[in-house]
């Protein structure tokens, strides 16, 4: 019986567990169900990008069901499988094989990886091996030319599939029993949480009623690690748009802003008619255009680097720096990324950021779980405290605008 576990990231870049499905078959209705039943347990919404098995009947399930999504092929799924399609077909030649399509792998012109794929396959004499016409045939659904545009809040890096897939690996072996597995995962201190079960004539689905990011088990041992990461966050650069995103992003997103701000020093940026060109200090060709519209606070660049991670580039950083910015403008310090916001930002949002305010009651919501689950005292109070808020929540008046809102809402998910 095939299973299949929902895992995303969440803000610390921690492995989350969303939900798990187990099918007695591998077919577009199972996995249209799957993906149904998922869905309703996420109140209706999509994920924005999806990763998955190389999988045909999936792949239609996903087109079907969730038209929104930006479905691709996790890269490491792929790798995985190497060994056994190349090893014997290319001999003493597989490292350099794999080395090439490494390269072409991380590329960030979709011209430039076919001309790549190409001279890959004419300099191996693999143009009738099925599993690389099968790729080739795939490339727009794993090769991050095709899907830098997109985001993926870096979750196509072989490191964080191969940390997701420990992250699974620490309740799951092929010896588990169906019975140990579903103990292992929904272990519940105090009876906080509660499994709900669907059933159907063909599939069982098992999920979290509350999603909490990470299983009780290891929260307390994360939790001490973000602070730890909180404390011990050390300035780099000394630049005034370093401390600025220090004191907003988790330290997981910042470090990787850090390492961006750290190389922005390297490049060099040249004003052009349309925008800027900016390249690396030792190189006298090439480089990446950034558009900075100032009056309006837009910037980007063509290696996509935030359109892909959410994160901003060193060649956007660098011009934003010889432009005399001194803090990174805000939309570029995504939600996504931010620490848990305060009460105070929830009141200071408009009415039109209804999405917004939604997201980060759904982070406190899920840090109160987190830190009331550590002692039977601070369970006792948050839910003696959610209760009486609950309660007066209840009592609130909705007014028909309101509810126009939060409709409109709904069908924009």
Request: aromatic content about 12%; hydrophobic content about 40%; proline content about 3%.
């Amino acid at each position: 019986m095939p299973l299949g576990i929902w895992v995303g990231m969440n803000n610390y870049g921690m492995p989350c567990f969303f939900g798990c499905v187990l099918l007695r078959e591998e077919n577009l209705r199972s996995f249209s169900w799957a993906l149904k039943a998922f869905l309703g347990f996420m109140n209706g919404k999509a994920p924005q990008t999806i990763l998955t098995d190389q999988n045909m009947c999936l792949k239609e399930a996903i087109t079907m069901d969730m038209p929104t999504t930006k479905h691709a092929l996790c890269i490491w799924m792929i790798v995985a499988k190497f060994p056994s399609w190349f090893n014997a077909v290319l001999g003493e030649r597989y490292n350099e094989w794999k080395g090439e399509f490494y390269r072409l792998y991380n590329l960030e012109s979709i011209e430039d990886f076919e001309l790549g794929w190409r001279d890959m396959v004419n300099s191996f004499g693999l143009h009738t091996n099925r599993h690389i016409v099968n790729l080739y045939g795939l490339r727009s659904l794993w090769a991050l030319p095709f899907l830098r545009s997109h985001f993926f809040a870096g979750m196509t890096a072989i490191g964080q599939s191969k940390s997701i897939n420990a992250f699974i690996q620490r309740f799951l072996s092929a010896q588990t029993r169906l019975a140990h597995f579903v103990e292992q995962l929904f272990y519940q201190p105090n009876e906080t949480e509660k499994i709900v079960t669907w059933k159907s004539d063909f599939s069982i689905f098992l999920a979290l009623k509350v999603a909490v990011a990470v299983d009780f088990k290891d929260q307390a041992g994360e939790q001490q690690t973000m602070q730890q990461n909180l404390q011990n966050i050390c300035l780099k650069t000394g630049a005034p748009m370093e401390s600025h995103a220090a004191s907003i992003l988790t330290p997981f997103a910042f470090s990787k802003l850090q390492e961006q701000l750290v190389l922005a020093a390297h490049y060099a940026s040249f004003q052009m008619e349309d925008g800027f060109l900016v390249r690396h200090h030792t190189k006298a060709e090439g480089g990446r255009k950034v558009y900075w519209v100032l009056r309006e606070g837009i910037i980007s660049c063509s290696c996509h680097q935030f359109e892909f991670s959410g994160i901003l580039c060193r060649h956007a950083l660098r011009v934003l720096s010889t432009g005399n910015c001194f803090q990174i403008p805000d939309r570029y310090l995504p939600i996504r990324w931010r620490r848990i916001s305060t009460p105070g930002k929830l009141l200071q949002c408009g009415p039109s950021d209804h999405a917004e305010r939604i997201q980060l009651l759904q982070s406190m919501v899920s840090t109160l779980v987190t830190e009331s689950a550590k002692s039977k005292e601070r369970l006792d109070m948050a839910t003696e405290q959610v209760s009486i808020i609950l309660s007066r929540v209840r009592e609130q008046p909705v007014s028909l605008q309101s509810t126009r809102e939060i409709s409109s809402f709904h069908r924009n998910l």
